[in-house]
Protein backbone atom coordinates (compact mmCIF):
# COMPACT_ATOMS: atom_id res chain seq x y z
CA UNK A 1 0.00 0.00 0.00
CA UNK A 2 1.22 3.37 -0.92
CA UNK A 3 0.48 6.88 0.10
CA UNK A 4 0.21 8.69 -3.61
CA UNK A 5 -0.82 12.58 -3.90
CA UNK A 6 -2.93 13.12 -7.50
CA UNK A 7 -3.06 16.80 -8.42
CA UNK A 8 -5.41 17.80 -11.11
CA UNK A 9 -4.80 20.80 -13.32
CA UNK A 10 -7.96 22.89 -14.28
CA UNK A 11 -8.02 21.04 -17.99
CA UNK A 12 -8.66 17.61 -16.08
CA UNK A 13 -11.70 19.15 -13.99
CA UNK A 14 -13.43 21.49 -16.91
CA UNK A 15 -16.79 20.20 -16.77
CA UNK A 16 -18.96 17.92 -15.35
CA UNK A 17 -17.84 15.12 -17.45
CA UNK A 18 -14.22 15.50 -16.52
CA UNK A 19 -14.81 15.93 -13.10
CA UNK A 20 -16.75 12.25 -13.00
CA UNK A 21 -13.79 10.96 -15.34
CA UNK A 22 -11.28 12.11 -12.97
CA UNK A 23 -13.29 10.58 -10.57
CA UNK A 24 -13.03 7.36 -11.53
CA UNK A 25 -9.77 7.49 -11.87
CA UNK A 26 -9.05 8.55 -7.91
CA UNK A 27 -11.53 5.59 -6.92
CA UNK A 28 -9.37 3.12 -8.57
CA UNK A 29 -6.63 4.23 -7.21
CA UNK A 30 -8.33 4.17 -3.49
CA UNK A 31 -9.64 0.69 -4.21
CA UNK A 32 -6.08 -0.41 -5.37
CA UNK A 33 -5.20 -0.35 -1.69
CA UNK A 34 -3.62 3.39 -1.32
CA UNK A 35 -4.01 5.82 0.71
CA UNK A 36 -5.21 8.61 -1.66
CA UNK A 37 -4.77 12.74 -1.35
CA UNK A 38 -6.06 14.61 -4.14
CA UNK A 39 -5.02 18.81 -5.02
CA UNK A 40 -7.16 20.04 -7.36
CA UNK A 41 -7.18 22.92 -9.64
CA UNK A 42 -10.08 25.50 -10.43
CA UNK A 43 -12.41 24.37 -13.44
CA UNK A 44 -11.00 25.11 -16.67
CA UNK A 45 -10.15 29.36 -17.10
CA UNK A 46 -12.11 29.98 -14.25
CA UNK A 47 -8.86 31.87 -12.48
CA UNK A 48 -8.49 33.45 -15.59
CA UNK A 49 -12.57 34.47 -15.64
CA UNK A 50 -12.70 35.78 -12.13
CA UNK A 51 -8.99 38.04 -12.89
CA UNK A 52 -10.55 39.20 -15.73
CA UNK A 53 -13.83 39.95 -13.79
CA UNK A 54 -12.18 41.91 -11.02
CA UNK A 55 -9.71 44.00 -13.54
CA UNK A 56 -13.72 45.23 -15.20
CA UNK A 57 -14.91 45.64 -11.27
CA UNK A 58 -12.15 48.18 -10.89
CA UNK A 59 -8.13 48.54 -12.62
CA UNK A 60 -6.10 48.09 -9.44
CA UNK A 61 -7.96 45.54 -7.52
CA UNK A 62 -6.72 45.56 -3.40
CA UNK A 63 -4.19 42.08 -3.68
CA UNK A 64 -5.92 40.91 -0.63
CA UNK A 65 -9.19 40.72 -2.10
CA UNK A 66 -7.96 39.39 -5.16
CA UNK A 67 -6.81 36.24 -3.55
CA UNK A 68 -9.75 35.92 -1.40
CA UNK A 69 -11.67 35.77 -5.68
CA UNK A 70 -9.12 33.33 -6.71
CA UNK A 71 -9.69 31.17 -3.97
CA UNK A 72 -13.17 30.52 -4.78
CA UNK A 73 -12.17 28.93 -7.86
CA UNK A 74 -10.92 25.38 -6.66
CA UNK A 75 -12.96 25.60 -3.82
CA UNK A 76 -15.94 24.92 -6.71
CA UNK A 77 -14.09 21.99 -8.00
CA UNK A 78 -12.94 20.50 -4.58
CA UNK A 79 -16.23 20.29 -3.47
CA UNK A 80 -17.85 18.84 -6.85
CA UNK A 81 -14.76 16.41 -7.31
CA UNK A 82 -15.84 15.11 -3.85
CA UNK A 83 -18.94 14.60 -4.49
CA UNK A 84 -17.99 12.69 -7.95
CA UNK A 85 -16.11 10.26 -5.83
CA UNK A 86 -18.75 9.88 -2.84
CA UNK A 87 -21.32 8.56 -6.15
CA UNK A 88 -18.74 6.08 -7.04
CA UNK A 89 -18.99 4.80 -3.35
CA UNK A 90 -15.65 5.96 -2.30
CA UNK A 91 -15.79 7.88 0.95
CA UNK A 92 -14.07 11.47 0.08
CA UNK A 93 -13.68 14.74 1.89
CA UNK A 94 -13.04 18.15 0.34
CA UNK A 95 -10.24 20.82 2.36
CA UNK A 96 -9.73 23.92 1.45
CA UNK A 97 -5.99 25.42 2.08
CA UNK A 98 -6.55 26.39 5.18
CA UNK A 99 -8.13 23.31 6.20
CA UNK A 100 -5.38 21.62 4.84
CA UNK A 101 -2.67 23.29 7.15
CA UNK A 102 -1.13 25.29 4.27
CA UNK A 103 0.64 27.95 6.37
CA UNK A 104 2.18 30.83 4.08
CA UNK A 105 3.85 34.35 4.27
CA UNK A 106 1.68 37.25 3.76
CA UNK A 107 2.65 38.34 -0.03
CA UNK A 108 -0.78 38.48 -1.20
CA UNK A 109 -0.74 36.49 -5.25
CA UNK A 110 2.96 34.99 -4.52
CA UNK A 111 2.76 33.90 -1.33
CA UNK A 112 4.87 31.15 -0.26
CA UNK A 113 4.36 27.82 1.63
CA UNK A 114 5.86 28.25 5.45
CA UNK A 115 4.70 25.27 7.12
CA UNK A 116 2.47 22.43 6.27
CA UNK A 117 0.58 21.06 9.17
CA UNK A 118 -2.03 18.37 7.52
CA UNK A 119 -3.59 16.99 10.46
CA UNK A 120 -7.15 16.59 9.21
CA UNK A 121 -5.67 15.26 6.29
CA UNK A 122 -3.80 12.24 8.33
CA UNK A 123 -6.93 11.84 10.07
CA UNK A 124 -9.16 11.71 7.01
CA UNK A 125 -6.55 8.79 5.84
CA UNK A 126 -6.64 7.00 8.87
CA UNK A 127 -10.72 6.91 8.88
CA UNK A 128 -10.49 5.12 5.09
CA UNK A 129 -11.42 8.47 2.87
CA UNK A 130 -9.91 10.23 -0.03
CA UNK A 131 -8.81 13.81 0.87
CA UNK A 132 -9.56 16.02 -1.87
CA UNK A 133 -7.54 19.69 -0.94
CA UNK A 134 -8.34 22.64 -2.88
CA UNK A 135 -4.69 23.78 -4.66
CA UNK A 136 -2.93 27.10 -4.80
CA UNK A 137 -3.94 28.70 -1.58
CA UNK A 138 -3.07 28.62 1.91
CA UNK A 139 -3.46 31.25 5.05
CA UNK A 140 -1.20 33.37 7.08
CA UNK A 141 0.21 32.24 10.06
CA UNK A 142 -0.78 35.37 12.64
CA UNK A 143 -3.76 36.89 10.61
CA UNK A 144 -5.56 34.04 9.13
CA UNK A 145 -5.73 36.02 6.31
CA UNK A 146 -6.25 33.58 2.73
CA UNK A 147 -3.51 33.71 0.24
CA UNK A 148 -2.65 32.43 -3.20
CA UNK A 149 0.50 31.09 -4.12
CA UNK A 150 1.15 32.59 -7.61
CA UNK A 151 -0.23 31.28 -11.11
CA UNK A 152 0.14 27.29 -11.22
CA UNK A 153 0.43 27.11 -7.66
CA UNK A 154 -1.94 24.01 -7.68
CA UNK A 155 1.43 22.11 -8.89
CA UNK A 156 3.33 23.33 -5.17
CA UNK A 157 0.44 22.60 -3.03
CA UNK A 158 0.42 19.04 -4.57
CA UNK A 159 4.37 18.50 -3.95
CA UNK A 160 4.68 20.74 -0.22
CA UNK A 161 1.61 18.15 1.17
CA UNK A 162 3.54 14.97 -0.64
CA UNK A 163 6.44 16.18 1.11
CA UNK A 164 4.66 16.64 4.74
CA UNK A 165 2.96 13.55 4.49
CA UNK A 166 6.04 11.65 3.45
CA UNK A 167 4.12 10.50 0.12
CA UNK A 168 5.44 7.66 -2.13
CA UNK A 169 5.21 9.55 -5.34
CA UNK A 170 3.41 12.69 -6.24
CA UNK A 171 1.60 12.61 -9.52
CA UNK A 172 0.55 15.63 -11.62
CA UNK A 173 -2.11 14.86 -14.34
CA UNK A 174 -2.55 17.44 -16.83
CA UNK A 175 -3.38 17.47 -20.65
CA UNK A 176 -0.25 16.36 -21.76
CA UNK A 177 1.56 13.12 -21.78
CA UNK A 178 4.23 14.27 -19.32
CA UNK A 179 7.28 16.94 -20.11
CA UNK A 180 8.33 17.20 -23.31
CA UNK A 181 11.53 18.77 -25.59
CA UNK A 182 9.22 21.66 -26.16
CA UNK A 183 5.63 22.90 -25.83
CA UNK A 184 3.69 20.21 -27.70
CA UNK A 185 1.06 23.10 -28.29
CA UNK A 186 4.15 25.20 -30.54
CA UNK A 187 6.19 21.84 -31.79
CA UNK A 188 3.87 18.88 -32.23
CA UNK A 189 6.84 16.52 -32.72
CA UNK A 190 8.01 17.35 -30.02
CA UNK A 191 9.31 14.36 -27.99
CA UNK A 192 8.44 13.28 -24.48
CA UNK A 193 11.35 13.28 -21.94
CA UNK A 194 11.06 9.82 -19.99
CA UNK A 195 12.95 10.74 -16.67
CA UNK A 196 14.67 14.37 -16.16
CA UNK A 197 16.74 16.00 -13.51
CA UNK A 198 15.48 18.40 -10.58
CA UNK A 199 18.03 20.41 -11.84
CA UNK A 200 17.33 20.82 -15.44
CA UNK A 201 12.93 20.73 -15.17
CA UNK A 202 13.95 23.77 -12.84
CA UNK A 203 15.65 25.31 -15.82
CA UNK A 204 12.62 24.72 -17.55
CA UNK A 205 10.01 25.90 -15.44
CA UNK A 206 11.93 28.93 -14.57
CA UNK A 207 11.89 29.61 -18.34
CA UNK A 208 8.26 29.20 -19.24
CA UNK A 209 7.65 25.32 -19.18
CA UNK A 210 4.57 25.71 -17.26
CA UNK A 211 3.71 22.01 -17.01
CA UNK A 212 5.13 22.69 -14.10
CA UNK A 213 5.38 25.03 -11.69
CA UNK A 214 9.42 26.33 -10.90
CA UNK A 215 8.26 26.94 -7.00
CA UNK A 216 6.94 23.01 -7.03
CA UNK A 217 9.94 22.12 -8.53
CA UNK A 218 12.23 23.81 -5.75
CA UNK A 219 10.07 22.55 -3.72
CA UNK A 220 10.58 19.13 -4.96
CA UNK A 221 14.21 19.44 -4.82
CA UNK A 222 14.48 20.20 -1.19
CA UNK A 223 12.52 17.21 0.20
CA UNK A 224 13.52 14.73 -2.64
CA UNK A 225 9.77 14.25 -3.88
CA UNK A 226 9.47 12.07 -6.08
CA UNK A 227 7.09 13.60 -9.01
CA UNK A 228 5.50 11.77 -12.38
CA UNK A 229 3.78 14.38 -14.71
CA UNK A 230 1.30 12.33 -16.81
CA UNK A 231 -1.85 12.91 -18.57
CA UNK A 232 -5.35 12.23 -16.78
CA UNK A 233 -6.52 11.84 -20.48
CA UNK A 234 -4.56 8.33 -21.22
CA UNK A 235 -2.89 5.22 -19.34
CA UNK A 236 0.35 6.27 -20.52
CA UNK A 237 3.39 6.54 -18.44
CA UNK A 238 4.46 10.29 -18.48
CA UNK A 239 7.64 11.86 -16.76
CA UNK A 240 9.51 11.12 -14.19
CA UNK A 241 11.31 14.12 -12.17
CA UNK A 242 13.84 12.58 -10.02
CA UNK A 243 17.50 12.90 -8.94
CA UNK A 244 18.63 9.52 -10.20
CA UNK A 245 19.18 10.30 -14.25
CA UNK A 246 20.80 7.23 -16.28
CA UNK A 247 23.53 8.32 -17.94
CA UNK A 248 24.04 11.77 -16.38
CA UNK A 249 27.67 12.50 -16.54
CA UNK A 250 27.86 10.38 -19.18
CA UNK A 251 29.10 10.68 -22.71
CA UNK A 252 24.94 9.45 -23.56
CA UNK A 253 23.55 12.14 -22.04
CA UNK A 254 21.66 14.28 -24.04
CA UNK A 255 23.23 17.78 -24.80
CA UNK A 256 19.74 19.45 -24.53
CA UNK A 257 16.67 18.30 -22.70
CA UNK A 258 14.36 20.25 -24.52
CA UNK A 259 13.20 24.30 -25.79
CA UNK A 260 10.95 26.65 -23.10
CA UNK A 261 9.62 29.71 -23.82
CA UNK A 262 7.67 32.28 -22.31
CA UNK A 263 5.38 34.92 -23.41
CA UNK A 264 4.95 36.35 -20.23
CA UNK A 265 7.45 39.32 -19.54
CA UNK A 266 8.07 42.37 -20.31
CA UNK A 267 10.97 44.62 -20.87
CA UNK A 268 12.09 48.06 -19.40
CA UNK A 269 15.05 49.88 -20.80
CA UNK A 270 16.23 53.05 -18.71
CA UNK A 271 17.33 55.16 -21.02
CA UNK A 272 19.93 57.86 -20.70
CA UNK A 273 21.74 56.78 -17.11
CA UNK A 274 25.10 58.64 -16.08
CA UNK A 275 27.67 56.30 -16.24
CA UNK A 276 29.20 56.29 -12.65
CA UNK A 277 29.95 53.63 -10.09
CA UNK A 278 26.46 53.25 -7.72
CA UNK A 279 23.69 53.33 -10.57
CA UNK A 280 23.17 50.20 -10.84
CA UNK A 281 22.78 48.76 -7.92
CA UNK A 282 20.17 52.15 -7.23
CA UNK A 283 18.13 51.32 -9.94
CA UNK A 284 18.12 47.48 -9.11
CA UNK A 285 17.44 48.19 -5.68
CA UNK A 286 14.07 50.24 -6.32
CA UNK A 287 13.19 47.80 -8.34
CA UNK A 288 13.77 45.03 -5.54
CA UNK A 289 11.98 47.56 -2.86
CA UNK A 290 9.29 47.24 -5.73
CA UNK A 291 9.20 43.34 -4.67
CA UNK A 292 9.67 42.78 -8.75
CA UNK A 293 11.78 39.98 -9.21
CA UNK A 294 14.12 40.77 -12.79
CA UNK A 295 15.21 38.17 -15.27
CA UNK A 296 17.96 39.16 -17.99
CA UNK A 297 19.89 42.74 -17.50
CA UNK A 298 21.25 43.97 -20.45
CA UNK A 299 23.83 47.32 -19.63
CA UNK A 300 25.00 49.34 -23.57
CA UNK A 301 28.12 50.72 -23.39
CA UNK A 302 28.13 54.33 -22.78
CA UNK A 303 29.07 56.75 -25.85
CA UNK A 304 31.89 58.30 -24.37
CA UNK A 305 30.98 62.02 -25.44
CA UNK A 306 27.49 62.14 -23.49
CA UNK A 307 28.55 59.75 -20.43
CA UNK A 308 25.27 58.12 -20.70
CA UNK A 309 24.15 55.02 -21.16
CA UNK A 310 21.16 52.41 -21.09
CA UNK A 311 20.30 49.58 -19.08
CA UNK A 312 17.09 47.22 -20.22
CA UNK A 313 16.14 44.13 -18.13
CA UNK A 314 12.82 41.88 -18.31
CA UNK A 315 10.15 41.25 -16.03
CA UNK A 316 6.83 39.65 -15.66
CA UNK A 317 4.71 41.98 -17.28
CA UNK A 318 2.28 41.52 -14.58
CA UNK A 319 4.93 43.18 -12.28
CA UNK A 320 5.56 46.26 -15.22
CA UNK A 321 3.51 49.04 -14.39
CA UNK A 322 4.06 48.29 -10.69
CA UNK A 323 7.89 48.25 -11.75
CA UNK A 324 7.38 51.77 -13.83
CA UNK A 325 5.50 53.27 -11.17
CA UNK A 326 8.55 52.83 -8.79
CA UNK A 327 11.36 53.70 -11.13
CA UNK A 328 9.41 56.97 -12.01
CA UNK A 329 9.12 58.23 -8.34
CA UNK A 330 12.84 57.68 -8.34
CA UNK A 331 13.84 59.55 -11.34
CA UNK A 332 15.11 62.56 -10.01
CA UNK A 333 17.52 60.72 -7.19
CA UNK A 334 18.82 57.78 -10.13
CA UNK A 335 19.16 60.64 -12.92
CA UNK A 336 18.18 59.11 -15.53
CA UNK A 337 16.62 60.48 -18.79
CA UNK A 338 13.40 58.46 -19.62
CA UNK A 339 11.49 54.99 -19.29
CA UNK A 340 10.65 52.22 -22.28
CA UNK A 341 8.25 49.55 -21.69
CA UNK A 342 8.15 46.92 -24.42
CA UNK A 343 5.42 43.85 -23.46
CA UNK A 344 5.69 42.32 -26.95
CA UNK A 345 8.83 40.56 -26.28
CA UNK A 346 9.07 36.81 -26.27
CA UNK A 347 12.28 34.71 -24.49
CA UNK A 348 13.41 31.60 -25.77
CA UNK A 349 15.46 29.49 -23.67
CA UNK A 350 17.50 25.87 -24.43
CA UNK A 351 17.93 23.80 -21.31
CA UNK A 352 20.19 20.72 -20.95
CA UNK A 353 22.91 19.47 -18.01
CA UNK A 354 25.04 17.96 -21.48
CA UNK A 355 25.72 21.82 -22.58
CA UNK A 356 28.04 21.79 -19.36
CA UNK A 357 30.68 19.85 -21.26
CA UNK A 358 29.64 20.64 -25.39
CA UNK A 359 31.26 23.72 -26.51
CA UNK A 360 29.42 25.20 -29.01
CA UNK A 361 25.82 25.09 -28.42
CA UNK A 362 25.19 28.80 -28.03
CA UNK A 363 26.78 29.32 -31.93
CA UNK A 364 24.24 26.42 -33.31
CA UNK A 365 21.27 27.97 -31.39
CA UNK A 366 22.37 31.35 -32.74
CA UNK A 367 22.92 30.22 -36.47
CA UNK A 368 19.59 28.58 -36.43
CA UNK A 369 17.68 31.44 -35.30
CA UNK A 370 19.48 33.85 -37.84
CA UNK A 371 18.83 31.09 -40.82
CA UNK A 372 14.89 31.36 -39.53
CA UNK A 373 15.44 35.42 -39.73
CA UNK A 374 14.90 35.72 -36.00
CA UNK A 375 17.09 38.63 -34.35
CA UNK A 376 17.68 38.90 -30.82
CA UNK A 377 17.37 41.65 -28.11
CA UNK A 378 18.78 40.23 -25.37
CA UNK A 379 20.97 37.16 -24.67
CA UNK A 380 21.43 35.52 -21.24
CA UNK A 381 23.18 32.09 -20.23
CA UNK A 382 23.48 29.78 -17.17
CA UNK A 383 25.68 26.80 -16.88
CA UNK A 384 23.06 24.71 -18.39
CA UNK A 385 20.48 27.16 -19.77
CA UNK A 386 20.55 29.64 -22.78
CA UNK A 387 18.29 32.17 -23.25
CA UNK A 388 17.12 34.55 -26.26
CA UNK A 389 14.41 37.43 -26.31
CA UNK A 390 13.46 38.05 -29.50
CA UNK A 391 10.17 40.03 -30.80
CA UNK A 392 6.97 37.78 -29.90
CA UNK A 393 5.40 37.06 -32.40
CA UNK A 394 8.91 35.53 -33.75
CA UNK A 395 8.55 33.33 -30.62
CA UNK A 396 6.88 30.17 -32.23
CA UNK A 397 9.35 30.20 -35.16
CA UNK A 398 12.53 30.11 -33.17
CA UNK A 399 11.69 27.21 -31.09
CA UNK A 400 10.81 25.19 -33.75
CA UNK A 401 13.92 26.65 -35.51
CA UNK A 402 15.58 25.63 -32.18
CA UNK A 403 14.04 21.99 -31.48
CA UNK A 404 15.11 20.94 -35.13
CA UNK A 405 18.34 22.21 -34.91
CA UNK A 406 18.87 20.14 -32.01
CA UNK A 407 17.19 17.29 -33.38
CA UNK A 408 14.80 16.96 -30.89
CA UNK A 409 12.09 16.28 -33.52
CA UNK A 410 10.44 12.58 -32.61
CA UNK A 411 9.59 10.11 -35.88
CA UNK A 412 6.43 8.89 -33.37
CA UNK A 413 3.46 11.04 -33.01
CA UNK A 414 3.73 11.29 -28.94
CA UNK A 415 2.48 14.76 -28.28
CA UNK A 416 -1.19 14.73 -27.92
CA UNK A 417 -3.04 17.74 -26.37
CA UNK A 418 -5.67 16.02 -24.75
CA UNK A 419 -7.57 19.22 -23.41
CA UNK A 420 -7.18 23.37 -22.32
CA UNK A 421 -7.09 26.28 -24.26
CA UNK A 422 -3.31 26.61 -23.67
CA UNK A 423 -4.78 30.49 -22.00
P1 LIG B 1 -2.72 22.26 -15.81
O1 LIG B 1 -4.00 22.98 -16.01
O2 LIG B 1 -2.89 20.78 -15.83
O3 LIG B 1 -1.93 22.75 -14.63
P2 LIG B 1 -0.98 23.77 -17.53
O4 LIG B 1 -1.69 24.47 -18.63
O5 LIG B 1 -0.53 24.56 -16.36
O6 LIG B 1 -1.87 22.54 -17.10
O7 LIG B 1 0.30 22.99 -18.10
C1 LIG B 1 0.16 22.08 -19.17
C2 LIG B 1 0.54 22.76 -20.45
O8 LIG B 1 1.92 23.13 -20.40
C3 LIG B 1 0.44 21.90 -21.67
O9 LIG B 1 -0.87 21.88 -22.18
C4 LIG B 1 1.44 22.56 -22.62
O10 LIG B 1 0.79 23.42 -23.55
C5 LIG B 1 2.30 23.42 -21.71
N1 LIG B 1 3.74 23.17 -21.87
C6 LIG B 1 4.68 24.13 -22.03
N2 LIG B 1 5.88 23.59 -22.17
C7 LIG B 1 5.73 22.24 -22.09
C8 LIG B 1 6.64 21.14 -22.16
N3 LIG B 1 7.95 21.31 -22.35
N4 LIG B 1 6.13 19.89 -22.04
C9 LIG B 1 4.80 19.70 -21.85
N5 LIG B 1 3.90 20.71 -21.78
C10 LIG B 1 4.35 21.97 -21.89
N1 LIG C 1 -6.03 27.91 -10.67
C1 LIG C 1 -4.72 28.49 -10.50
C2 LIG C 1 -4.22 29.04 -11.82
O1 LIG C 1 -4.91 28.97 -12.81
C3 LIG C 1 -3.73 27.55 -9.90
C4 LIG C 1 -3.40 26.33 -10.72
O2 LIG C 1 -4.14 25.99 -11.65
O3 LIG C 1 -2.38 25.71 -10.44
O4 LIG C 1 -3.14 29.57 -11.85
MG1 LIG D 1 -0.41 24.25 -14.27
Known amino acids: MALIVQKYGGSSVADATSIKRVAKRIAEAKRGGNDVVVVVSAMGDTTDNLIDLANEVTPMPPSREMDILLTAGERISMALLAMAIESLGVEAKSFTGQQAGVITDTRYGKARIIDVAPGRITSTLAEGAVAIVAGFQGVTQHTNDVTTLGRGGSDTTAVALAAALHADICEIYTDVDGVFTADPRIVPSARRIPRISYDEMMEMAASGAKVLGLRCVEYARR ?16 TLVTDEIEGAGTVEEPI ?33 GAEVNIDMIVQNVSVAATGLTDISFTLPATDGQHCIAALTAAQAEIGYDSLQYDDTIGKLSLVGAGMRSHPGVSAKLFAALSAAGINLEMISTSEIRISVVTRADHLDDAVRAAHSAFELDSTEDEAVVYGGTGR
Open 223 to 238: YGVPVHVRSSFSGREG
Open 256 to 288: ISGVAHDRSEAKITVVGVPDVPGKAAKIFEVVA
